[in-house]
């Protein structure tokens, strides 16, 4: 079962906004990484994280490995419409078996 | 690459009926994986399999469901007899020896009436 805390579980943005999310976990992970989801799509890879205090960005999209090694978070900056689906953080203690959060869905505000 | 391949992207079945999902993992992945995905449970992790072989099963639900890797091209999971409760979305995934990243492909939508 999951063992990460995934928050918020969603919410909504407007075109610009910057948007953050985060995961704890209550166990130490070697690896953190986060996907993103589409409707009707399996989960892609954003970002993927392997040392603790590690930050590391990808386009808009920033995301670091908390000291602690037992959390992380995603920063998404000037949002644009593309940018609604649902983020998953994940989390891994060996190289091949990952725990998932329940995931952030993000929606556009109307 | 053309990435993992699952077939047949939709099922619909009905109570009882035998369903065999298939997966074709990324070339030279070590690595597959089996999820279920529901809106009240989130990514559930059903089985993986290192070279070809199945490591951990612990997540399948019951004995209704089984699963194969009879080369490392292919795996089936099988769901004999289906019930509705096994509507879900099925993913798999494949991921190199090590790194932890795994790719997911499209997912297949059960729906069993």
């Known amino acids: 079962g999951q063992q990460l805390n995934q928050s918020p579980q969603s919410m909504f943005i407007q075109e610009g906004e910057d948007v953050s999310m985060n995961c704890t976990s209550s166990s130490i992970f070697n690896t953190w990484l986060w996907y993103k989801q589409d409707p009707g799509e399996g989960p892609v890879l954003l970002i993927a994280l392997y040392k603790a205090g590690e930050l590391t960005s990808n386009g808009r999209l920033t995301a670091q490995f908390g000291i602690t090694r037992k959390d992380s978070f995603l920063n998404i900056s000037a949002s644009i419409p593309s940018d609604v689906g649902i983020y998953f953080c994940a989390g891994s203690s060996n190289d091949y078996k990952l725990s998932f959060g329940a995931g952030t869905t993000v929606t556009v505000r109307a | 690459d053309a990435g993992v391949i699952q077939s047949p992207r939709h099922e619909v079945t009905e109570m009882g009926q035998e369903v065999t999902l298939r997966c074709k993992p990324i070339s030279g992945h070590d690595y597959l994986f089996w999820y279920r995905q529901t809106m009240m449970r989130g990514l559930e992790l059903l089985i993986y399999?290192?070279?070809?072989?199945?490591?951990?099963d612990s997540g399948m639900p019951e004995d209704r469901f089984s699963a194969k890797m009879p080369n490392a091209s292919f795996s089936t999971l099988k769901i004999q007899p289906s019930e509705p409760r096994d509507s879900a979305v099925y993913f798999c995934a494949s991921s190199l020896k090590s790194g932890g990243i795994q790719y997911f492909g499209a997912g297949t939508r059960l729906s069993v009436l």
């Open positions: 399999f290192n070279n070809n072989v199945p490591i951990d």
